[in-house]
Structure formats: structure tokens, C-alpha cells
Antibody
Framework: EVQLVQSGGGLVRPGGSLTLSCAAS????????FVWVRQAPGKGLEWVAA????????YYAISIKGRSTVSRDIAKNSLSLRLSSLRAEDTAVYFC??????????WGQGTLLTVSS | QSVLTQPPSVSGAPGQRVTISCTGT?????????VHWYRKFPGTAPKVLIF???NRHSGVPDRFSGSRSGSSASLAITGLQAEDEGEYYC????????????FGTGTKVIV
């Protein structure tokens, strides 16, 4: 059974940093690309980051570009998204998902990041 | 950021047919990239319904169908059921500099 189990959300002060994690089972993070998608309270889905199956290429939405890093740990079969210089508008539920050809078939359960003083 | 435009809501009675439109731009649907559809319930992760414009994902009933023409796409739900009430999003690849993937603005289906 394929599972993506997320962790790492929480309350962070503006300007702070946080790393979100996504542990995969039933699939290998070295075989596929993965994305991060977020949903702010009362808003729609927003794609924010992607890493290719080779791990060589990463892409970011302009909303987090320059202050975020998406990476993978093949040994731990997991992904991570590090967010820095956090702002109130980064408050959202963050999802990881597998990219199987420009669409996303398996999703993590989501983790809430709240940026507030 | 580039987005795909959807109506905020559509409604229908049980058993009826509803359609959700998704209008793109030259950097996504207009450039020929595929459209995909997801359903999301509050507090849960999105689930893919349709991929590659008109292919139902595994386990998705045939009441759901997708179509696409040029820069626009549609999701149709026939035989509407109470359990279909939720948020629906289209999604595509985007070739513009500041995007890679884009989602639609989302449509709430009210039964």
C-alpha cells in the first residue's frame, strides 16, 4: 500500500524557519517526481514546489522562491520542504504528493503550518 | 501567478448533471498541456478524478467525465449524489517563468 505520511507542521513566528517532512512507503522517492501543494485557510489549492525523479531539478512558485528548498533523502525514502523567512501568508495546510506525469496521484494527509507572533 | 479560472460554485439536484468549466491561458491549456481534475473534502487531501483530459483514475465512477477544447476544459458529473458535494479543482502544467504547475481557482459543488 502506498502511503505518504507527513510531519513537521506547527506554530512559527514571522521570520522563522521550518522543515516539513513526507515519509514514503510502498513507493521509492528515487523513482518519481514529487510536489508540495498548500491550501491557505478559506483559499484554493496552490502548487508551491516540485522535485524531479532524478532529484536534479527543483522548481518553486514565486510565492516561496528564494526562501525555500525542496529535497529528498533516498536512504530514508522521504522528502522535505524547508521554508524560511516565514510570513503570515505562508499559513496553510501543506500537502506532499507524487507526480506521475504532470498530475498527482498519491497525497500525504497534510500538515498545518501557522505563522503568527 | 498563473491560474486556471473556474466558477466559484455550481449546484444541482440529486440525479441531475452539472458541469464545471476550467479556462486556461496561452502558457498552460492554450499551449496544449493536459488538464487534470481533483476533488477535495474539508480536512482531507485532494484525490485525482480525471487525468490527461478525459481518463478516469482508478476507482472513479463513470459518472465523472472530462473533456477539453483548446484553452478550456470541463468536468461533468452525471447522476449527482449528495456525496459529490465538495470542492473541485482543475490542474495543468504551466510553461511561464514563474510557474511549473497551476491549479484552478476551485469550484464548490452544491447538491
Amino acid at each position: 500500500e502506498v502511503q505518504l505520511v507527513q510531519s513537521g507542521g506547527g506554530l512559527v513566528r514571522p521570520g522563522g524557519s521550518l522543515t516539513l517532512s513526507c515519509a514514503a512507503s510502498g513507493i521509492s522517492v528515487s523513482d518519481d517526481g514529487f510536489v508540495w501543494v498548500r491550501q491557505a485557510p478559506g483559499k484554493g489549492l496552490e502548487w508551491v514546489a516540485a522535485i524531479t525523479s532524478s532529484g536534479r531539478y527543483t522548481y518553486y512558485a514565486i510565492s516561496i522562491k528564494g526562501r525555500s528548498t525542496v529535497s529528498r533523502d533516498i536512504a530514508k525514502n522521504s522528502l522535505s520542504l524547508r521554508l524560511s523567512s516565514l510570513r503570515a501568508e505562508d499559513t496553510a495546510v501543506y500537502f506532499c504528493a507524487r507526480d506521475v506525469g504532470n498530475y498527482f496521484d498519491f497525497w500525504g494527509q497534510g500538515t498545518l503550518l501557522t505563522v503568527s507572533s | 501567478q498563473s491560474v486556471l479560472t473556474q466558477p466559484p460554485s455550481v449546484s444541482g439536484a440529486p440525479g441531475q448533471r452539472v458541469t464545471i468549466s476550467c479556462t486556461g491561458t496561452r502558457s498552460n491549456l492554450g499551449e496544449g498541456y493536459d488538464v487534470h481534475w481533483y476533488r477535495k473534502f474539508p480536512g482531507t487531501a485532494p484525490k485525482v478524478l480525471i487525468f490527461g483530459n478525459n481518463n478516469r483514475h482508478s476507482g472513479v465512477p463513470d459518472r465523472f467525465s472530462g473533456s477539453r477544447s483548446g484553452s478550456s476544459a470541463s468536468l461533468a458529473i452525471t447522476g449527482l449524489q449528495a456525496e459529490d458535494e465538495g470542492e473541485y479543482y482543475c490542474q495543468s502544467y504551466d510553461s511561464s517563468l514563474n510557474a511549473h504547475y497551476v491549479f484552478g481557482t476551485g469550484t464548490k459543488v452544491i447538491v
